[in-house]
């Protein structure tokens, strides 16, 4: 199996993180996006990293497709719970992580635009969803040492995805001072080798 992806991706990171937490072998391959002859639009066609192309070449889409395909594969390190109560509890957790990568996302394209084609009104409306997602966050996880069931699972893998890329992107944001929970958990989930071995790069 071969996974497309780029090297700051959250969403990719997530794959990366759950290959290796699960000891999949997997052969990675970085893609530039925005480029006409890059592989990605052969194995996705919208353009989306991350792609995990099968044996057979058929290629899988997006990370929660990946990551559903990958903890199905093996039940060494079970990531996503087998009790429907507890599974939708991951899914949540991922749906809010996700949605702040998204808005983040948002924000560092719209100030890649030159600057009198950016949009503040836009900008401060992916800010305010960043801040809201972080809150909830933040008192989400504040009594738990992991997200769901006291349980590692895929939730806290999201979760420490969107922490890392929101650190990456919105340095301003100093969040590991304003969410003191977030930071205390991003801390622990930092130690472990998968985390370690999928730190974004500046």
Known sequence: MKLLYTL???????????????????????VVLGVPDSPIFEYNPLGKVPVL???????LYDSRVIIEYLDARTPVS??????????????RWGALADGV??????????QRKPEKQQS????EKQLTKVKNGL???????????WCVNETFSLADIALGCMLGYVGLRLTH?????????????????SKRPSFKETVPVQ
Request: proline share 3%; charged share 30%.
């Open 8 to 30: 700051n991706s959250p969403y990719a990171r997530k794959v990366r993180i759950v290959a290796l937490e699960k000891h999949i072998d997997i052969t990675l391959e970085e």
């Open 173 to 189: 944001l100093n969040w590991q001072d304003k969410y003191p929970s977030l930071a205390k958990h991003y801390t622990i989930l």
């Open 78 to 91: 079970k990531l996503m719970p087998s009790e429907a109560r507890l599974r939708i509890d991951v899914i």
């Open 135 to 145: 809150t909830v966050l933040n008192n989400d996880i504040s009594k738990k040492k």
């Open 120 to 123: 503040e009104a836009f900008i």
């Open 101 to 110: 990568c998204d808005a983040t996302v948002g924000i560092m394209l719209e």
């Open 53 to 59: 192309i099968l044996d057979d070449d058929v290629g």
